[in-house]
T-cell receptor
Framework: SQQGEEDPQALSIQEGENATMNCSYK?????LQWYRQNSGRGLVHLIL?????REKHSGRLRVTLDTSKKSSSLLITASRAADTASYFC????????????FGTGTRLKVLA | SAVISQKPSRDICQRGTSLTIQCQVD?????MFWYRQQPGQSLTLIAT?????????ESGFVIDKFPISRPNLTFSTLTVSNMSPEDSSIYLC??????????FGSGTRLTVV
């Protein structure tokens, strides 16, 4: 079963605009990661945020984590056409199994 | 992070046959996992491949349909048995060194006709 639910399911924006995707999960986590996937190809790791962290940045990416609400958000600033992809959050629980459970994903389309 | 070589990258198979997918990691890893991604969907965990013992399957997946081997710390195989068109998916392996460094193979796109 899916651990994370993401919204929106699909997002279409103009180049230069910001894109925000949200992920909610159900159980206590050790960490949460965001991945990008282009057209059904391999997954690209974007950011890992640990349960004791609230915010992380990497280039144009900003991830926040609110463990009290069991939610995370991914913000892509100044989007580009090349950012068009599906974005997934993935969580690993505190049970120590190391297995990641993926969210439902957000399909982002950036229009040039 | 470890690098995973996964093969085949794609295959078209006849229903009723079986396909074995291989993943080779360039370093020893603590754990390996197999995922399925059905068309337009997210990734679903099939099982954890345990070194030297039977894999641990998630709900809805069984060993008879998806036998998994992991003979050592760098190699694992997933077999999709007695295939039907519903098995058409992308299958991905992944590995972790136990410090939450997590790597994915490039995936196997399977089409069953």
């Amino acid at each position: 079963s899916q651990q994370g639910e993401e919204d929106p399911q699909a997002l279409s924006i103009q180049e230069g605009e910001n894109a925000t995707m949200n992920c909610s999960y159900k159980t206590s986590i050790n960490n949460l990661q965001w991945y990008r996937q282009n057209s059904g190809r391999g997954l690209v790791h974007l950011i890992l945020i640990r349960s004791n962290e609230r915010e992380k940045h990497s280039g144009r990416l900003r991830v926040t984590l609110d463990t009290s609400k069991k939610s995370s958000s991914l913000l892509i600033t100044a989007s580009r056409a090349a950012d068009t992809a599906s974005y997934f959050c993935a969580t690993v629980t505190t049970s120590g199994t190391y297995k990641y459970i993926f969210g439902t994903g957000t399909r982002l389309k950036v229009l040039a | 992070s470890a690098v995973i070589s996964q093969k085949p990258s794609r295959d078209i198979c006849q229903r009723g046959t079986s396909l074995t997918i291989q993943c080779q990691v360039d370093s020893q890893v603590t754990m390996m996992f197999w995922y399925r991604q059905q068309p337009g969907q997210s990734l679903t965990l099939i099982a954890t491949a345990n070194q030297g013992s039977e894999a641990t399957y998630e709900s809805g997946f069984v060993i008879d349909k998806f036998p998994i081997s992991r003979p050592n710390l760098t190699f694992s195989t997933l077999t999709v048995s007695n295939m039907s068109p519903e098995d058409s998916s992308i299958y991905l392996c992944s590995a972790t060194d136990g410090n939450y460094g997590y790597t994915f193979g490039s995936g196997t796109r399977l089409t069953v006709v």
